[in-house]
Structure formats: structure tokens, C-alpha cells
């Protein structure tokens, strides 16, 4: 053990005396081979390879591939994704190369025919090692110039009490052009501005995007087109709105003043409410539109006409509600005559029979029109049980009442005190 311990004990201080001893020469000697290995970087630069990814790829050519009236089909941008490259670089300028020192470039001079191409990738400028992908595919079109309409479309609705008015919707341009493969702009039929109707109280001017949609309704990507879309600016008017009644009874002259036993017993306008807009602090003025006035004094007959309404100033009545349909019923008073007692006669009775009733006499009330009741008189009215046909037996028949004519009859309402007798027939 003790032999073991004494050698390491050696060995130690064999080291510690090799690094201490002469430690300025040796300082100096790392100095100067740190000098030399500098000098041989400097003079010889040996290269290294630095790859870089994303690297960022464009085309060389397009506008000559859109002068031979052809285009690259697909999601440009997407297509143009980065590549990875690989640059023999001089290690002096390593730290110096960044991916945007390079342009990597795919030529489309050699497309002139509508086909899918494979097109290799090419970085110019620099001793290149790799590039990945070193080729693209690229699907070449016939170029489409198409002109299409472009129209607004309403979203949502707006809060209770306010209108828009659609039919006068105006658009800075009512079409637009788009230039693109022909397969996607053949395609597309229309463009649409979705314009959002929800929670709006102010008119719209705004600028919205526009979406290209085939005829199923379809969105077509718009990316697929040169230039991309613009937007439209969309002006549309927003009012408040206010519901308020037809009024004819203000506007009626003479009710009071009917011919004699005339009286007005219904007033109606068709249609009964009209939808108004204009300025909030007007409509908060208006509870009802009337129409022109109707003069009565003296009349029998009632009235069934249009009539003009009387807007007042700064109001507009939607859906071009100019005139009111109006009906005035005018009808003669009604009154009421009693008749007591008035005797039950048994008609059309069998030859050689005998009829007996179990009430002979009913009591009468007859209501309608003054003038019909007033010249109704007790000989007028007669009550009776037709037995036409009957033979022996006991029945029980409706009592019938005829008040001196057919149209007397028909017209007035009569109430009896016994509507049915029992007949018995021998």
C-alpha cells in the first residue's frame, strides 16, 4: 500500500514540475502556433458546404409565358414554397451567406404548349453542392381574360325598427375582369359582396372583398387568378322604420249629418298599416297616416273607394303605398215592434180533418230597418202550421210567420214566444 501511494505521489509532481517549469516559453509557443494555423486559413480559405433552407423561389419568364397567352395553373404562392440549398462557400465567408443572399429560380421560356412541365431549379451567382427539390412540377394553361358580374348579397337582418333600402343598393363597378387559366376562370360565372345586415342603425359604406362562385354556387379560390381581387365599395342607405295605422275616421266630414235614420256602423282601409321611414325625430312625431277627407253630410249609400293618403313632409311610405282602399258602411237605423197574441192559423189541411193545437195564439217581435218596421202593421203579420200532407196523428210543427210581402219576410228578424205546437189531426 504504502509502495502504491509513494508512486502516485511521484507521477504528480513529475506533471506538476512539466507545466510549471518554463511557463513563458510555453505561452509564447501556443501564441505562435495560433499565429501560423491563422496565416494558413487566411492564404489557403479552404471551403466548406452551408446549407440553407427555405430558401426563397421565383419564376424567370412569366411575363413572356403570359405574352404567348399562357399561364402557371394552381396556387401560385403555395407552389413557390422555399427549397433547401447547398453552397460550397469559402469558410471565411461562411457566417456572411444567408438564405436571402440566394434567388433560386425556375425558367418558364420552355414552356409553350398547355401541359404539365417538370422544371428543374437553378440558384446562379454561387458554387452550388444541392438544391432540394432540385425540380418542380408546374401545370401550364391557356390564358382566360373573362368579364363577370358582381353582385351584392345581404347577410343577417337589421334590428326591429330600421329598413334598407336594397332595391337602390349601388356598387362602385357592376362587373370586373379576371385573367387566369382557362379551366378555373371557365369556371366562374359570378362574384358575389356578402354585405352583413346584423346590428346595423347607419347606412353602409364600406369596402368589402369580393368571392368568385361557378354556378353551383361554389366558391372558386381567387388565388388562382393573376393580380388577385379587388375589393367593391358598397353603398347602401339604412332608415329607421316605423309602423303606424291607416287613419279614415279623422278624415271623415258630415258622420254626424246622415240622412235621416242613417247611421255609420263601419269604418276600414285596405291595406290597415303602412311601414314608414325617415328621420327618427320625425317618425317619433307620427302615430298614424291619414287619407284625403270624405265628406257624409247627407249621405244614404256607404262607400267602397281608394283614396290618396297624405304623407307629411320628410316621410316616405314603403313598398310605393300611395292611396288607401276605403270602405264606409252607412246603413238605415234599426228598430224593434212587438206584436201580443197574434192568432197560430193551420194551412192546407187535409179535406174532411180537423186540426187542434196545443197553442193558438204567439207573441211576435220583429227588428231591421226603420223604415220596414215603422209601415209594419198587426194585420200584416200572420203566424200559422203548415199541414200540408198530414194525416191523422199528433205532430209537432215549427210555427212560420209572414209579415205582409216576401221581402219584409226575409228581411226582418223575428223572434216568437212559441216557435213550436204540437197538431193533433182527426
Request: glycine share 6%.
Amino acid at each position: 500500500m504504502q509502495n502504491k501511494s509513494g508512486s502516485n505521489n511521484n507521477a504528480s509532481a513529475i506533471l506538476k514540475k512539466i507545466f510549471l517549469d518554463h511557463a513563458g516559453f510555453k505561452i509564447v509557443a501556443l501564441l505562435v502556433g495560433i499565429i501560423i494555423w491563422g496565416t494558413i486559413l487566411t492564404t489557403q480559405n479552404p471551403m466548406r458546404v452551408k446549407v440553407l433552407e427555405n430558401v426563397p423561389l421565383s419564376f424567370s419568364g412569366e411575363y413572356e409565358l403570359h405574352s404567348r397567352e399562357l399561364v402557371v395553373r394552381g396556387n401560385v404562392p403555395e407552389q413557390l414554397t422555399g427549397v433547401t440549398v447547398g453552397v460550397n462557400i469559402p469558410i471565411t465567408n461562411y457566417k456572411d451567406l444567408t438564405r436571402d443572399s440566394l434567388n433560386a429560380v425556375i425558367n418558364l421560356n420552355t414552356c409553350t404548349v398547355p401541359k404539365v412541365y417538370k422544371l428543374p431549379v437553378r440558384v446562379s451567382g454561387y458554387n452550388i453542392d444541392s438544391i432540394t427539390p432540385g425540380y418542380i412540377e408546374m401545370e401550364i394553361d391557356k390564358l382566360m381574360t373573362k368579364s363577370v358580374p358582381v353582385e351584392p348579397v345581404m347577410q343577417g337582418a337589421l334590428p326591429d325598427g330600421y329598413w334598407a333600402d336594397q332595391s337602390n343598393i349601388r356598387l362602385n363597378y357592376s362587373s370586373l375582369e379576371i385573367r387566369g387559366p382557362a379551366q378555373d376562370a371557365s369556371r366562374v360565372t359570378r362574384a358575389v359582396c356578402y354585405v352583413e345586415l346584423n346590428g346595423r342603425t347607419q347606412s353602409v359604406i364600406d369596402a368589402i372583398n369580393v368571392i368568385l362562385l361557378d354556378a353551383d354556387g361554389a366558391e372558386v379560390d381567387s388565388s388562382l387568378f393573376i393580380g388577385g381581387l379587388p375589393t367593391v365599395t358598397v353603398t347602401l342607405r339604412v332608415y329607421p322604420r316605423k309602423t303606424v295605422p291607416v287613419d279614415v275616421v279623422s278624415t271623415l266630414k258630415g258622420a254626424d249629418t246622415l240622412a235621416a235614420n242613417y247611421e255609420l256602423c263601419e269604418v276600414t282601409a285596405t291595406p290597415a298599416t303602412v311601414d314608414i321611414i325617415g328621420d327618427a325625430a320625425v317618425l317619433e312625431t307620427i302615430n298614424s297616416i291619414t287619407v284625403e277627407g270624405i265628406e257624409l253630410a247627407g249621405r244614404k249609400e256607404s262607400l267602397h273607394e281608394k283614396r290618396a293618403l297624405t304623407i307629411p313632409e320628410g316621410v316616405t311610405v314603403l313598398n310605393n303605398i300611395e292611396e288607401a282602399e276605403v270602405f264606409v258602411d252607412i246603413r238605415e237605423k234599426t228598430d224593434r215592434k212587438s206584436f201580443d197574441a197574434i192568432e197560430i192559423q193551420p194551412i192546407n189541411l187535409g179535406r174532411k180533418l180537423g186540426a187542434a193545437l196545443s197553442e193558438t195564439t204567439v207573441d211576435i217581435t220583429v227588428e231591421g230597418r226603420v223604415s220596414l218596421v215603422y209601415l209594419l202593421e198587426r194585420k200584416d203579420v200572420e203566424a200559422f202550421v203548415d199541414l200540408n200532407g198530414l194525416k191523422e196523428g199528433v205532430w209537432k210543427l215549427p210555427v212560420s210567420i209572414y209579415l205582409g210581402d216576401d221581402e219584409t219576410t226575409l228581411e226582418l228578424i223575428t223572434v216568437l214566444s212559441v216557435g213550436t205546437v204540437t197538431v193533433a189531426i182527426e
